[in-house]
């Protein structure tokens, strides 16, 4: 199909929007244009409008997102006017702890998927695994299998028929199975269609920063302790370094401070926050949904290189409207999500572009001047989203629920009206900003320049070269994709004041990305998306310092990435390999620390007795393992060195220790009982002890002769593939997204 009417829409646009947007008739083709989608969304969104002013709404609302200068959420470009789906990005579900409530959320669950919308959960309510149930006189499943099963669900189902479904998950960091929970995505693929992060407070932080305990029973116990009193007492530092470690190797969990969260809740009555979407930015009562969308800063910086704060308002105020009236004319999949959303009419405003504005007002993105600017944009849009939204509450009538709430004049607030509980929130924009061409959210560029595969049968195996906004331009190379194709990086063209201006994520430092979320934190009154992109040099004490800073800086919540910590760094320089090109993980083989922390196993196996050493490093990563059987030079003694040189082998290139353990467990040699518990063989012993130091348990059945493929091929694929180029995707803003085709997991 020949599409028309593109206005300032890229090649790049294009193919998105011909890809995942634009209604398709029967075989699969489009049956509109570009113009005809925004004119779609524009003339459904004015349909909230008294009669006599639809038309001109509805020309208001095509202009900002016809201009590029404001684009809404995936489910809204997708569905508004159709009839069908919903125009919400995400809900939030809570479990309560019940047969019944698990099933019934499952139920939702799907139907949500099928309406369009991902789902945040929080299981902090649920019961510890191995919990007696009196009813039954059986034991409780625990949190974990419950996330599990939903990430069944999860894969059943395709969001409103057009993306992959979108979860979180929230556990309390009190919650006795929080050690299981921090894990459960340490073994690569394994719910892998979830984003996890702990659920924490302020008295939790306190008690990492003063060595306090915790005590991890249910019912919850939110309280610190100076000194343990039985097992169920752990250190807060020592979770903590848990926390950070798993982030630091793989990016989760992230963290939630829910009682910051909770203070900003302007619904209190109506219950506690517990939960977030699936990135993290809109922090929901039980039922809510996100109505999202975000403004272009990139269009409002002037010849003079100056931002246009007066445009930048009269949009602000138009967009805010506009996400009114989502609400208004929004299909939500249940009864109950229904009624929750009219009660509070949340809205989530944010940005996009603001890398992009930088570059274009020369404020390099790491200095105190850009956060001094984005401090001015930030109060600009929340003043103006505040006093608009009390404007329509005016007009409108306030959410339902204003009376009762500390917002309201009478009850201590400072607002006699108010449309919307919430205004802003900043939001992942990975595939909204490649239609509006312009950088991500809050984010620094990725990258500079990337290769785009052609998914056209025309240009079948061709491969085409993306450069950020403006930096072809700038850089004014005779032939730049020739340059890149041949190897060449994009970064030894730049100059010094280039260079400057144009520094990727993972070149910015830690500190400076926090530093950016803090700032505009101040002004959302709900959370922010964003990932801290480290290089992958970082150590975990730069996680451990980044998670410290955020709380510090009065953050709801925090993810990072280290660069390389999963599979493919696709679409980075154009000149770098990708891991996919070494037969080890990115990080090659782990420095040998010069001290190590060990502890021997004593074990009876069918061939002797074997001792077992495991050695530690600093951070508590297993990085070697010994064991002794049998006489020097004897063949249980050799064969039980070349297993332990390889598993050692392993864990210093960081193959999971849980896929070690599913290859060496159930491999059967004269089993015997050793203190009630069946060893198999040697390797099988060895899979026992590693178990009990990463606290997984082992299987009693042999593996099958696949299971090493597969095994090594989970550990090497630990990034999803996009499901619509099958390029690997990378983690941006919380979320899961492809530069090649534009797709993202959250809209």
């Keep these: 199909m020949v599409i028309k009417d593109t206005g300032n829409l890229t090649d790049n646009a294009l193919f998105t929007l011909e890809q995942r947007y634009l209604q398709k008739g029967e075989d699969g083709s489009p049956i509109e244009t570009p113009i005809e989608m925004f004119k779609r969304v524009s003339n459904s969104l004015a349909g909230a409008e008294k009669k006599a002013d ?74 510890p ?106 250190s807060a530092r020592g979770l903590f370094n848990d926390i950070t470690k798993g982030a630091w190797r793989n990016g989760e969990p992230g963290m939630v401070w829910l009682d910051r969260i909770n203070r900003d ?25 996100c109505n999202l969308g975000s403004i272009n800063l990139g269009n409002f910086v002037n010849e003079r290189k100056e931002f246009d704060f007066d445009r930048f308002k009269e949009i602000i105020e138009t967009c805010t409207r506009l996400l009114d009236n989502v609400i208004s004319v929004n299909h939500h999949p249940t009864k109950k999500t229904q009624t929750v959303n009219a009660q509070t009419r949340k809205i989530g405003l944010g940005v996009m572009g603001l890398a ?100 056209s049968a025309a240009m079948a195996n061709v491969e085409l070269f993306y450069t950020v906004k403006g930096l072809r331009d700038a850089l004014n190379h005779d032939n730049l994709d020739a340059y890149l194709d041949n190897g060449g990086d994009i970064s030894d ?50 996680v451990y310092n980044a998670y410290m800073q955020a709380w510090g800086g009065d953050c709801k919540g925090i993810t990072v990435y280290r660069q390389g910590s999963r ?35 004593k074990m009876n196996t069918g061939q002797g007795t074997m001792y077992v050493t495991l050695n530690s490093d600093d951070m508590g990563e297993l990085y070697e393992v010994f064991a002794t059987i049998g006489k020097a030079g004897g063949t249980a003694h050799a064969n039980t060195e070349a297993i ?15 896929e070690i353990i599913n290859q060496l467990s159930g491999i059967q040699s004269n089993p015997v009982w050793d203190n009630g518990v069946l060893v198999q063989s040697i390797a099988d012993g060895i899979s026992k002890v590693l178990g009990e130091a990463i606290d997984t348990p082992t299987v009693d059945s042999a593996p099958s002769v696949d299971s090493f493929t597969e095994g090594a091929a989970a550990a090497m694929a630990s990034v999803d593939e996009c499901p619509v180029c099958q390029s690997p995707l990378i983690m941006a803003e919380g979320c899961e997204s492809c530069r090649a085709c534009g797709y993202s997991k959250c809209g």
Aim: charged letters at 20%.
């Design 567 to 601: 599979r493919d760094e696709v679409l980075v320089a154009t000149n770098q390999k990708t891991v996919s090109d070494s037969p080890i993980p990115s990080e090659g083989i782990a420095n040998r620390p010069r001290n190590l922390q060990g502890t021997t196993t």
């Design 129 to 234: 695994e191995g919990t007696p149930i009196k009813t039954t006189q059986g034991k409780a499943c625990g949190p974990i299998a419950v996330l599990e099963t939903l990430s069944q669900v999860g894969t059943m189902i395709t969001q409103g028929g057009k993306r992959d479904g979108a979860h979180m998950a929230i556990m309390s960091v009190y919650h006795p199975d929080i050690k299981k929970f921090i894990t459960c995505k340490t073994e690569e693929g394994k719910i892998k269609n979830f984003n996890i992060s702990v659920g924490a407070d302020s008295n939790f932080m306190k008690a990492v920063r003063d060595d306090k305990y915790l005590h991890l029973t249910y019912p919850l116990d939110k309280n610190s302790y100076d000194s343990p009193k039985d097992d169920s007492y752990i």
């Design 356 to 455: 992009d504005c930088l570059v274009s007002m020369e404020i390099p993105y790491d200095s105190t001047e850009a956060l001094s600017i984005a401090d001015k944009i930030g109060a600009v849009l929340k003043t103006t989203a505040d006093n608009y939204s009390s404007s329509l509450g005016k007009e409108r009538g306030d959410f339902p629920a204003f009376d009762e709430s500390p917002l309201n004049e009478k009850n201590g607030g400072e607002w006699k009206n108010m449309r919307n509980a919430w205004r802003l929130s900043i939001a992942p924009t990975g595939t909204i900003s490649m239609i509006a061409d312009t950088s991500s959210g809050i984010e620094p560029h990725f990258s500079l320049s990337f290769k785009k595969h052609n998914m």
């Design 265 to 289: 809740n302007t619904t209190p009555q109506l219950g506690q926050i517990n939960a977030t979407n699936p990135c993290g930015e809109q922090p929901l009562l039980s039922g809510e949904s």
């Design 493 to 542: 063209l730049l100059d010094d004041k280039l260079a400057s201006l144009y520094k990727t994520s993972e070149t910015i430092s830690p500190e400076a990305h926090v530093n950016m979320q803090i700032v505009w934190q101040k002004y959302v009154d709900s959370g922010i998306s964003k990932t801290i992109n480290l290089a992958n040099s970082a150590t975990q004490e730069d």
């Design 54 to 127: 639809q038309a001109r709404w509805a020309d208001r609302f095509f202009n900002v997102m016809w201009d590029l200068d404001f684009i809404p959420n995936s489910p809204t470009l997708m569905n508004a006017g159709t009839g069908q789906g919903t125009l919400s990005a995400c809900y939030v579900m809570d479990i309560d702890d019940s047969m019944s409530s698990i099933m019934m959320t499952a139920h939702d669950q799907a139907m949500i998927e099928k309406f369009g919308g991902g789902i945040g959960f929080s299981l902090s309510d649920l019961r």
């Design 644 to 658: 332990c040189r390889l598993i050692s082998l392993a864990m210093q290139y960081r193959i999971p220790t849980a």
